[in-house]
């Protein structure tokens, strides 16, 4: 059997070896000869690519030379389509056919016309190519990525090169976070992407654009302020602006899931209206960023767990965008209403070493807890354009909610990893209100000297949680592995409440010096209030009455006004652009703290920072562009950190505030390198920073009796962390595709550690993850085959524990297969092999990991789709993390879905209006 399964995989790897060098074999030919219409002279380094017919997949690609001639060859009989491109004339597109081996096709003189002449015939169009770049714009055209019938986006992305989504759900194209979605130039469903990749449909989109889009305060002061992003914009089909038109789909399937989901759109060619709702319990929760920012607990623990795939979620959500321009377009509002419904279940199983100052101990948890919310979030966008010289921004952005959270916990610490030193059980339940208000209100103003311009922005953010809790303890001490005493309950009552209230004004002014020069002031001023006030009571164990805990009960009260200060010049040249110069940020920070009404404690301290910064941009052709910024900004502690309170919510890990802490600086570096090759196809992409701290905020840890650790934030320097991107995508030949991505991250963390007889030692860890995903995919008409390896590797070295080094490796290796059978039936198979080493034992279970799915499009116009799929179908998932800290290594398994089946109905439907 074992030599049989040697001959297969022998057979397997020698049958796609030999694909790629059969491809590269064929002779046939393709050539022609270009010249300048007016000037009747050869057209020399024109851009000549071939790409295949009808899916615009790219074959080959050339340039003519110095007599106007260009060849391709190694071609297989197909139909293509030939795209020739010059600057300063007309695109020519040529469609051909060859049907044998030993075609040579001579297109003869190609006539090339100035871009300010109209040709006078038709010219014959076949479809654009698969990837374009243009500056800062990079395109993709859908109908070069087979999916299926009932695609949505996200299906797309997956397929795109230079595409990364991560485990975490984050879409991530070159390296860069795509942070929002948008529709036609047009915001939608505010910053949250998923509402739009997990939603809309492929086949309403004609192009799929990632942009890095400009602030508001940059698009009124042409001011980099360093809040760029990273967007995608969905270029909506002509025919899909004249009507309604939407999907729904419904399933059902073992284990009792479900799956139910409505997307309605109303577009014209300035109004969008969208309506979505659904309903699931298979984790798919529609959204997920648009729970960021809100001052709730309960939420985003439940939102981090649905983005890595923990636990069991229930989701219910709906909401309406809307998108319109007035006053013959001098006004736009933009704007949305979301409301969701989750509700999750999770248990745990945690494995820490905590290190000490000479050994270590370790912690287990199991851990079940269930998160409950329901938010409801607006957001707005209006613009109005004055006049010429004048224009108006206001953002508004509205979110309440509630939440309830249960949980309960054992745990055990042992001495080393052999002897119990002691065991505790946590029963918890919590009810959580929020609001969270937010405003921003920017105005610009261009003056009649070409270049000089003044603009405000005022903005405000008031928010408020209020948690109710009730907890039982039960700890037991043990001695040499021999319990000590019966467990005594600790009973307490917590209400918590927590506001901010924020407020910010700036001002930025450019003054030309010549057409060249440029000289850009600004200044802000920011003054954030946070304030906490904590009520606790514990129950008297002789009474049985709840009273009042003086020295867990408090208010505090803490501001912060910054002040920041820009001065610099700006310098273009026919294509570079560098912005210098430094800024200046005195801080003022006041902290009180009171019990029963009187003060506590009450502290002040200022800081002054100064830090260069530097934007320089220059790019090298519209494909490829450098960049590099270096800029500077604080870092506040929140309030926790600076309340001299001991929470003891876990009993072995007690955590207390510290006054005197500062505020902390960053400096930081950034380079940016992009380059495509439009010619091959072949695009490099490469990322990469550092950034130094001041005053960072770290941890001082005591073990003030076995087990048992009380940690405080400290500030101290020396603090550094890196990263690095690089990824490289290219067509090897008309069938096959590599895509390699690589990361990189280092950090220098310290921590103080110290034992309770034993003084605060300096420990220093220095950790580096490495991660390299390399990819290779065959397509042609009826399948798709993709091959990939995954390897993780995360390595960290202590200073004062280096027997508790780290060395690990997390690697997953598989592929999927999409066949695509006639009458628009297809098959789906996903596979990956995972396994891990340098883990803690049981948490480095190998997976094989197989999902598939059977689609079969249904009625005349295939706007029908019947869908059978299986997720996890050997039933081998388990989630698993790591984190590694200066002064501990954790490793959490996490419930995830377990195996199902599901069959779904999905249906398009198209209601057009006739084109008068």
């Given at each position: 059997?074992?030599?049989?399964?040697?001959?297969?995989?022998?057979?397997?790897?020698?049958?796609?070896?030999?694909?790629?060098?059969?491809?590269?074999?064929?002779?046939?030919?393709?050539?022609?000869?270009?010249?300048?219409?007016?000037?009747?002279?050869?057209?020399?380094?024109?851009?000549?690519?071939?790409?295949?017919?009808?899916?615009?997949?790219?074959?080959?690609?050339?340039?003519?030379?110095?007599?106007?001639?260009?060849?391709?060859?190694?071609?297989?009989?197909?139909?293509?389509?030939?795209?020739?491109?010059?600057?300063?004339?007309?695109?020519?597109?040529?469609?051909?056919?060859?049907?044998?081996?030993?075609?040579?096709?001579?297109?003869?003189?190609?006539?090339?016309?100035?871009?300010?002449?109209?040709?006078?015939?038709?010219?014959?169009?076949?479809?654009?190519?698969?990837?374009?770049?243009?500056?800062?714009?990079?395109?993709?055209?859908?109908?070069?990525?087979?999916?299926?019938?009932?695609?949505?986006?996200?299906?797309?992305?997956?397929?795109?090169?230079?595409?990364?989504?991560?485990?975490?759900?984050?879409?991530?194209?070159?390296?860069?976070?795509?942070?929002?979605?948008?529709?036609?130039?047009?915001?939608?469903?505010?910053?949250?992407?998923?509402?739009?990749?997990?939603?809309?449909?492929?086949?309403?989109?004609?192009?799929?654009?990632?942009?890095?889009?400009?602030?508001?305060?940059?698009?009124?002061?042409?001011?980099?302020?360093?809040?760029?992003?990273?967007?995608?914009?969905?270029?909506?089909?002509?025919?899909?602006?004249?009507?309604?038109?939407?999907?729904?789909?419904?399933?059902?399937?073992?284990?009792?899931?479900y799956e139910a989901n409505a997307l309605i759109n109303k577009f014209s060619k300035e109004t969008q209206l969208t309506v979505l709702g659904g309903s699931n319990n298979t984790n798919n929760m529609g959204f997920s960023d648009m729970l960021k920012g809100i001052p709730s607990q309960v939420a985003a623990q439940a939102s981090q767990a649905a983005r890595t795939g923990r636990g069991i979620m229930r989701t219910h959500m709906g909401g309406v965008n809307y998108a319109d321009r007035y006053l013959d377009g001098k006004m736009k509002l933009n704007g949305n209403i979301f409301v969701a419904n989750f509700n999750q279940d999770e248990s745990r199983s945690l494995y820490r070493e905590n290190f000490q100052t000479s050994g270590f101990n370790t912690l287990h948890r199991n851990q079940w807890n269930n998160n409950k919310s329901t938010q409801f979030r607006t957001n707005w966008k209006w613009e109005y354009q004055i006049d010429k010289k004048n224009r108006l921004y206001f953002r508004p952005n509205i979110v309440w909610g509630d939440g309830n959270r249960k949980e309960w916990a054992d745990y055990r610490t042992l001495k080393g990893d052999t002897m119990l030193l002691d065991s505790s059980y946590v029963d918890y339940w919590a009810k959580e209100k929020n609001y969270y208000l937010q405003g921003t209100l920017s105005y610009g103003h261009n003056f009649d000297k070409r270049g000089r311009n003044f603009s405000v922005d005022i903005s405000g953010t008031r928010s408020n949680t209020n948690i109710s809790s009730d907890s039982r303890t039960d700890k037991w001490k043990f001695k040499n592995g021999t319990e000590m005493q019966n467990p005594e309950p600790t009973y307490q009552l917590m209400n918590r409440d927590i506001s901010r209230n924020d407020y910010r004004v700036?001002?930025?002014?450019?003054?030309?010096?010549?057409?060249?020069?440029?000289?850009?002031?600004?200044?802000?001023?920011?003054?954030?209030?946070?304030?906490?006030?904590?009520?606790?009571?514990?129950?008297?164990?002789?009474?049985?009455?709840?009273?009042?805990?003086?020295?867990?009960?408090?208010?505090?009260?803490?501001?912060?006004?910054?002040?920041?200060?820009?001065?610099?010049?700006?310098?273009?040249?026919?294509?570079?652009?560098?912005?210098?110069?430094?800024?200046?940020?005195?801080?003022?920070?006041?902290?009180?703290?009171?019990?029963a009404d009187t003060l506590f404690y009450t502290i002040a301290n200022k800081s002054f920072n100064i830090a260069p910064y530097v934007n320089f941009v220059c790019p090298f052709s519209k494909e490829r562009i450098l960049r590099i910024d270096v800029w500077g900004n604080s870092q506040q502690p929140s309030p926790s950190q600076?309340?001299?309170?001991?929470?003891?919510?876990?009993?072995?890990?007690?955590?207390?505030?510290?006054?005197?802490?500062?505020?902390?600086?960053?400096?930081?570096?950034?380079?940016?390198?992009?380059?495509?090759?439009?010619?091959?196809?072949?695009?490099?992409?490469?990322?990469?920073?550092?950034?130094?701290?001041?005053?960072?905020?770290?941890?001082?840890?005591?073990?003030?009796?076995?087990?048992?650790?009380?940690?405080?934030?400290?500030n101290v320097n020396g603090v550094c962390d890196g990263y690095f991107n690089f990824m490289y995508s290219m067509p090897l030949n008309p069938y096959f595709r590599l895509s390699s991505y690589t990361t990189g991250n280092y950090s220098r963390g310290i921590s103080f550690l110290s034992d309770k007889d034993v003084l605060g030692e300096k420990s220093i860890s220095n950790e580096m993850r490495l991660y390299e995903r390399l990819r290779v995919t065959y397509t042609n008409e009826w399948l798709e085959v993709g091959i990939k390896s995954l390897i993780r590797y995360n390595t960290a070295k202590y200073s004062l524990q280096s027997n508790m080094n780290v060395n690990a490796f997390d690697i997953s290796n598989g592929g999927n297969v999409e066949i695509r059978f006639p009458k628009d039936i297809t098959l789906s198979l996903d596979y990956d092999y995972n396994f891990k080493t340098g883990y803690t034992d049981g948490f480095d279970r190998p997976q094989h990991l197989l999902g598939a799915q059977f689609n079969v499009s249904v009625f005349k116009k295939k706007q029908g789709t019947i869908s059978l799929k299986g997720f996890d179908l050997l039933n081998q998932r388990i989630s698993v993390s790591r984190v590694v800290r200066s002064n501990y290594i954790e490793d959490i398994a996490y419930s995830t879905q377990p195996r199902y089946f599901m069959l779904q109905f999905s249906y398009r439907f198209n209601y057009f209006a006739r084109q008068k």
């Open positions: 059997m074992t030599r049989t399964c040697h001959y297969i995989e022998y057979w397997i790897i020698s049958f796609f070896l030999l694909i790629p060098f059969s491809a590269f074999s064929k002779d046939a030919e393709v050539k022609g000869t270009l010249f300048d219409a007016s000037l009747k002279i050869p057209v020399e380094m024109a851009t000549v690519r071939l790409s295949h017919l009808p899916d615009s997949t790219f074959i080959s690609g050339t340039a003519s030379d110095k007599d106007g001639l260009f060849k391709l060859s190694g071609l297989v009989p197909g139909k293509y389509f030939i795209h020739i491109t010059y600057l300063g004339y007309q695109s020519v597109y040529k469609n051909i056919e060859i049907k044998a081996l030993s075609d040579r096709v001579d297109l003869g003189r190609l006539v090339l016309y100035s871009a300010d002449t109209q040709l006078k015939e038709a010219v014959v169009v076949g479809k654009q190519p698969g990837v374009m770049v243009n500056n800062d714009t990079l395109e993709y055209s859908p109908t070069a990525f087979r999916t299926t019938k009932n695609a949505v986006i996200e299906d797309l992305l997956k397929k795109l090169p230079g595409v990364e989504i991560d485990e975490e759900g984050k879409i991530l194209v070159n390296g860069q976070e795509i942070t929002q979605v948008m529709v036609d130039g047009k915001e939608f469903f505010g910053n949250d992407p998923k509402v739009a990749t997990k939603n809309l449909p492929v086949d309403m989109i004609e192009r799929l654009q990632v942009v890095e889009k400009k602030s508001d305060m940059e698009e009124l002061t042409g001011i980099d302020d360093g809040n760029r992003q990273y967007i995608i914009n969905l270029k909506v089909k002509r025919d899909k602006k004249r009507g309604v038109f939407g999907t729904a789909l419904a399933g059902g399937g073992t284990q009792e899931k700036r001002f930025y002014y450019t003054e030309p010096l010549s057409p060249t020069w440029q000289i850009n002031v600004s200044y802000q001023f920011q003054r954030n209030n946070s304030e906490e006030d904590r009520r606790t009571e514990s129950m008297d164990r002789e009474t049985g009455e709840f009273e009042l805990s003086p020295n867990q009960t408090n208010r505090s009260e803490n501001i912060f006004y910054i002040h920041r200060i820009e001065a610099g010049i700006r310098k273009f040249w026919k294509k570079i652009n560098l912005r210098i110069g430094a800024t200046l940020e005195p801080t003022d920070m006041r902290s009180s703290s009171f019990r600076l309340q001299p309170i001991v929470d003891d919510a876990n009993p072995n890990h007690l955590r207390v505030g510290n006054p005197d802490l500062k505020q902390s600086f960053t400096t930081r570096f950034r380079l940016r390198y992009n380059d495509y090759n439009k010619v091959t196809q072949r695009t490099i992409v490469l990322n990469m920073g550092m950034n130094f701290k001041q005053n960072s905020i770290a941890n001082r840890t005591e073990y003030i009796e076995e087990g048992v650790q009380k940690t405080m934030p400290i």
